[in-house]
């Protein structure tokens, strides 16, 4: 069986569960890092180099770390789950979606930082949305016409991006975030999938004092 290191609440071991739920992998999941600690323990730093979280481990010693690591390597070992798209140039434009990703994870970490101060200033507040919306809206172009990311099949690039999304949309509407409505769209269409759902929405809601919006 699979072990996935990693609490339920960080977003890059929300993206692993939810694509191995979608592959339908038995696996188990191990709290570790924040509060649960494990990230310094030596046994751990052998399988994830920085100590982050989530890693995996095989009975038979194999371990991977990069959450979007795992996630190519979980559709190349598991074709049957169909996480790649078909054909060449879909299959390569997912891979350069994946490498992208972790834009929007950057600009949304200020976001959060900024309305969860105790005195919130209303200019970072609105500085900080606005160049998260400048780099969602990247999204929300290539959603235009499009199912998911890469066309009409959900795939890796869509895993690779959900968690970030829903975190977006937890930011409150009072705080004039922007409408991006092919990737409202596409985020209705990704809470429409129970393994969404259960990985990553019912998770980060798990933390109503960030509103949401756990790391
Ligand atoms: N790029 C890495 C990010 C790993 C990462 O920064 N994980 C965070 C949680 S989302 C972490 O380990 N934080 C420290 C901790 O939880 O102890 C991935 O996608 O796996």
């Known amino acids: ?7 339920a609440d960080s977003s890059a071991t929300a993206r692993v569960m939810w694509a191995l739920e979608e592959a339908c992998v038995a ?23 920085h100590g982050r979280i989530p890693a995996i481990t095989r009975e038979d010693g194999f371990s991977l ?3 979007n690591t795992i996630i190519r390597w979980l559709a190349t070992t ?11 140039a879909a299959r390569w434009q997912a891979e350069a979606w994946m490498d992208w990703s972790v834009a929007p994870g950057r600009v949304i970490g200020p ?4 309305y969860r101060r105790a005195e919130p200033e209303p200019a970072e507040m609105a500085r900080t949305i606005r160049a998260a919306a400048e780099t969602f809206a990247v999204l929300n172009a290539q959603l235009q016409g499009r199912a998911f990311v890469v066309g009409d099949q959900f795939s890796v690039a869509d895993l690779a991006l959900g968690v970030v999304v829903h975190r977006w949309f ?10 991006l409505p092919a990737m409202e769209a596409w985020y209705e269409r990704l809470r429409a999938r129970p393994a969404y759902q259960t990985n ?16």
């Open 111 to 114: 976001v959060r930082t900024a």
């Open 1 to 7: 069986m699979l072990t996935v290191w990693g609490r």
């Open 200 to 215: 990553v929405v019912a998770k980060a809601s798990a933390r109503p004092q960030t509103l949401g919006m756990g790391d």
């Open 65 to 67: 770390w990069e959450s």
């Open 27 to 49: 696996h188990q999941r191990r709290d570790w890092g924040g509060a649960f600690g494990g990230g310094d323990d030596p046994a751990y730093r052998a399988i994830s180099p």
């Open 78 to 88: 598991c074709p049957q789950a169909e996480l790649w798209p078909a054909g060449e």
């Open 170 to 179: 937890r930011i409150p509407e009072a705080l004039a975030r922007p409408d």
